[in-house]
């Protein structure tokens, strides 16, 4: 099992094996990526709450790459 990292922390290139360079994001940064990531599950939880069909599995997973699209924006 491998360590876990917050994602608004610092040292979160320490299990990633794509992105070998990070920046250091500003606290504003962090904040936006934190509440995305709020926001996002969110929406996820409440789609799941409303039942099971193909349509919403679409509409979890299209809402779990919208987080990763924001998110890669504000870390890019």
């Known amino acids: 099992m491998t ?3 917050s994602s608004t922390g610092d ?3 320490v299990n990633n094996t794509m992105r ?3 920046r250091v994001l500003s606290d ?3 904040e936006q990526m934190q509440a995305i990531k709020d926001k996002g599950l969110e929406l996820h939880a ?3 709450g409303i039942g ?5 599995s ?3 997973t299209k809402t779990e790459e919208a987080v990763m699209w924001a998110v890669k924006h504000i870390t890019a």
């Open 11 to 13: 040292d979160r290139v």
């Open 52 to 56: 099971q069909s193909r349509e919403l």
């Open 46 to 48: 409440l789609i799941e």
């Open 20 to 22: 070998h360079a990070y």
């Open 58 to 60: 679409l509409a979890k």
């Open 28 to 30: 504003a940064e962090k």
């Open 3 to 5: 360590d876990q990292v």
